[in-house]
């Protein structure tokens, strides 16, 4: 086997590895969320380091493989694809910690009414979704399960442009709720961001195995 | 922690008058392939010969300085004994055209005087052409010329050639510049399995060689070393403007 494929395998194993922590910060960050669980919470926060050193090394081996082995063709679209995805798979993670940080330091559960009319429970549930679905497009170069990732970027999408209004209407009659609403709104706004990173993501999948650039694009036409 | 088989402290080698190697340390550490590299007239070349005694072959040519292998001094010892330790590969295939490839396996001992038991060389042939990935390519043809071979497997057949005599270094001289990518990309691979047995020193006039398969690389400039790193940092980080310079091709 020549040294690039060999190289390119363990960077592959890397960014898989970067993945299956992301997702298990963000998943985390949810279940700390769900159950007010500020221990869980600190566990997310305490573990971004490692996110970051994951991210630091994959730049790194990156570099090292355009210098030693110019990639071309789909080698070349594999790395440049690789890092970034690792950068979108790192913003991942800051959001994950953000949202731990919140359930650290808010002063209590979120009522159930408010997270029923935000809709950021099922939101929530998708990001993750959308997250092992890059993961698994990636792991099995399936570009029909990364495109599906655009459509649940709608949903995502959807939750939040109407969170506003909700909230809005809510609190006209629940004006105590302001802090939580404030609180929600803030998830909720960095869950619409891992959703554009996970469509980024797959945007990067679709250029790496078929050289086509969806950036800016329509992604259903 | 990597030991040190070659070493070279204030070495310097000349043509004469002309002064071709500078004033060179460096530390080869045992079981790494390095790579040295520079533009033509650098003296890579020079001092890759200097390291098994072939520079003194040349009417007029001198050194001075330590060269050692395993802390001894290469220029205190018998050059036919450094050679047998130190195998060299060079440019062009160069198979014995009229010996067979079994004789050009063991061509070492014969043209040294050894005498071994036919099951000895045997063992030897398969043992060495197994080590450059060209026995099962040739055991059913080792009587035949070794000029029968292709390009990439005459020189694999060198290298088979140097492995049979079981050398703790292994110097080769642009090694694939005659060969074509297909050649060039299988003795790449073989860097790397022979360097579980051996130290590899390679010149290379092509950057992207010594950056594909060296562990550690020496870029030398007009006679001197300018600088001698891990093949990752020179890549991406030289220390030295002249490095940098050369590996991005805007040398004047």
Redesign the interface.
């Known amino acids: ?4 494929e060999t190289e390119l395998q363990l960077l592959k194993a890397e960014a898989i590895n970067m993945w299956t922590l992301v997702n298990s910060q963000l998943s985390k960050a949810r279940l700390a969320f769900l159950n007010f669980d500020k221990d869980l919470a600190r566990e997310v926060v305490s573990k971004e380091k490692r996110v970051n050193g994951s991210e630091l090394k994959i730049d790194r081996d990156c ?2 493989i355009f ?4 990639p071309v063709a789909i080698d070349l679209r594999f790395l440049l694809a690789v890092l970034k995805i690792n950068s979108n798979l790192e913003r991942i993670g800051d959001i994950a910690e953000g949202i731990a940080k919140y359930v650290i330091d808010a002063e209590a559960h979120f009522t159930k009414e408010l997270l029923d009319i935000t809709r950021i429970l099922p939101m929530y549930e998708e990001s993750v979704k959308m997250l092992e679905d890059t993961q698994e497009a990636f792991e099995k170069e399936d570009t029909i399960l990364a495109r599906s990732v655009f459509k649940k970027d709608d949903f995502l999408d959807d939750i939040n442009r109407q969170a506003h209004k909700v909230l809005e209407r809510h609190l006209k009659d629940h004006p105590e709720d302001t802090s939580q609403a404030l609180w929600l709104l803030s998830i909720i706004r960095k869950l619409e961001r891992v959703g554009d990173q996970a469509k980024n993501v797959a945007e990067e999948i679709i250029f790496y195995l078929e050289a086509k650039v969806l950036k800016h694009k329509n992604k259903f036409v | 922690m990597e030991s040190t088989i070659i070493k070279s402290k204030g070495f310097n080698a000349s043509f004469g008058s002309n002064h071709v190697v500078k004033n060179v340390n460096i530390e080869i550490p045992r079981n790494h392939v390095i790579a040295v590299m520079g533009p033509s007239g650098c003296g890579k070349t020079t001092y890759l010969r200097c390291i098994n005694r072939m520079h003194e072959l040349i009417p007029g040519a001198t050194s001075s300085g330590e060269m050692t292998i395993n802390n001894e001094n290469i220029y205190d010892m018998h050059p036919i004994f450094v050679r047998q330790k130190i195998g060299m590969v060079f440019q062009r295939p160069n198979p014995f055209p009229n010996l067979s490839i079994y004789d050009n396996v063991i061509a070492g001992y014969k043209l040294n005087g050894i005498r071994l038991p036919k099951a000895e060389r045997d063992r030897i042939v398969e043992h060495s052409l197994t080590r450059v990935a060209l026995w099962k390519e040739v055991k059913d043809a080792l009587n035949k010329k070794g000029s029968f071979l292709s390009g990439g497997q005459q020189q694999r057949l060198c290298i088979a050639r140097a492995v049979a005599m079981e050398p703790e270094v292994l110097l080769f001289d642009e090694p694939t510049s005659a060969l074509d990518p297909i050649s060039t990309s299988t003795v790449e691979e073989l860097f790397h399995e022979l360097k579980a047995n051996y130290t590899l020193i390679i010149v290379t006039h092509n950057m992207q060689q010594a950056a594909r398969v060296s562990d550690k690389t020496a870029f030398f400039y007009m006679g001197e070393l300018v600088e001698y790193d891990e093949t990752k940092i020179m890549f991406t980080n030289p220390k030295d403007k002249r490095t940098q310079n050369y590996i991005t091709g805007r040398f004047s």
């Not at chain 1, 210098?67 to 110019?70: G, M, W």
């Open positions: 086997m020549a040294q690039i570099e090292n210098a030693l082995f110019c």
